[in-house]
Nanobody, 121 residues
Framework: QVQLVESGGGLVQPGGSLRLSCAASGSFFSIGAINWYRQAPEKQREWVAAITIGGTPNYADSVKGRFAISRDNAKNTIYLQMNNLKPEDTAVYSC???????????????WGQGTLVTVSS
């Protein structure tokens, strides 16, 4: 069974930086597009960033210029470098990946459990 595990969250002061990781494990053939989402307390889940299988990134307006998404296909891992963090960035960050289990199978969406990012003075 496929698992996505996020790591790298923690407590930082405004203006600080964190690097989140999302690693895929288990038995699968390949990983397609990957997205980062976040959900703050008492707020709806928000899309943050995405990266295609070819490495093309896209970002929500709220994080453009501050966050950078990347992927390491050899390690089946994606990263979210977060710079100049703001209190509004406080949320549980989760990765969502399209994964092909077998070579002839369609892509299927998987979610990680999330990692908490707290930005506070």
């Amino acid at each position: 069974q496929v698992q996505l595990v996020e790591s790298g969250g923690g407590l930082v002061q405004p203006g600080g930086s964190l690097r989140l990781s999302c690693a895929a494990s288990g038995s699968f053939f390949s990983i397609g597009a990957i997205n980062w989402y976040r959900q703050a307390p008492e707020k709806q889940r928000e899309w943050v960033a995405a990266i295609t299988i070819g490495g093309t990134p896209n970002y929500a307006d709220s994080v453009k210029g501050r966050f950078a998404i990347s992927r390491d296909n050899a390690k089946n891992t994606i990263y979210l470098q977060m710079n100049n963090l703001k209190p509004e960035d406080t949320a549980v960050y989760s990765c969502n990946a399209d994964i092909r289990i077998y070579s002839l199978s369609p892509l299927r969406s998987y979610w990680g459990q999330g990692t908490l990012v707290t930005v506070s003075s």
